[in-house]
């Protein structure tokens, strides 16, 4: 973890295995985040990676053996699941800067993230289907509320490895930049959103969020209740004053 003033920068790093996402990585980014969640100095994270040339290359492959004919398939999902939940809730936003290859689990994180910006010479994909297993992260889920049912199933049943570009124009990434950019972009854009009114970003998020799972009619009334508790905030007369 590095710190640039409001920013926390987590990033994987685990080059002899190409940043596969073991479970000892994930407990390390959950104890970071946990920790971050009660920092308050720290306005947004950024997830990324230390190692030239990949984001996260997918899941540990000796872990994924060891769940082969076992009833461990369950927990283990649930276990890793819960880590990127921390993501999508974590109280301030999370930018996901994307470098080189993101696949399998590795794009399962980076869908729980809030923004998304990559690298041009990153490749994303989601190959489990062809290894005999699936999406089991939560990946699947975020993917088609990123995109829609029909890319979804094309990106999970062929498994099919995608570019920067292409994962731009599906929606999957917000951003596209070129790879010298990719830090750059990733903090000034993390400084622009720390400098926001906290609570009222907050709130924000839980609204979005919320959106994705909820039907139309209960989503509105979510966002309306939000909304009051944001005009009851005292960042809410500071900021109108400012703009009078």
Do not use: H
Not at 38 to 59: H, K, L, P, R, T
């Amino acid at each position: 973890m590095e710190r640039d003033a409001s920013l926390a920068l987590l990033l994987l790093d685990n080059p002899r295995q190409r940043n596969a996402l073991s479970l000892d990585m994930l407990s390390q980014l959950k104890t970071w985040l946990v920790q971050l969640a009660c920092d308050e100095e720290i306005g947004a994270v950024v997830v990324g990676s230390a190692v030239q040339g990949v984001f996260a290359s997918g899941g540990d492959i000796n872990e994924l053996r060891a769940l082969a004919g076992s009833r461990g398939g369950l927990e283990f999902a649930k276990s890793v699941q819960a880590v990127f939940q921390l993501i999508e809730e974590f109280p301030r936003p999370v930018l996901a800067a994307i470098n080189g290859y993101c696949l399998g689990a590795g794009a399962e994180l980076a869908a729980a993230a809030d923004i998304r910006i990559a690298a041009d010479t990153a490749q994303l994909a989601f190959p489990q289907v062809g290894l005999g297993i699936l999406p089991g992260l939560g990946g699947g889920q975020r993917l088609v509320r990123l995109t829609r049912p029909g890319t979804t199933k094309r990106l999970v049943f062929t498994g099919e490895r995608i570019s920067a570009q292409d994962a731009w124009s599906l929606g999957f990434v917000e951003f596209l930049v070129p790879a010298s950019q990719l830090w750059d972009t990733a903090k000034e854009l993390a400084g622009r959103l720390a400098s926001k009114p906290r609570q009222n970003l907050i709130l924000a998020k839980r609204a979005v969020n919320y959106s994705a799972q909820a039907n139309l009619v209960a989503g509105c009334a979510y966002e309306a209740s939000l909304f009051g508790l944001a005009c009851a905030l005292p960042e809410y007369i500071l900021r109108t004053s400012d703009m009078a």
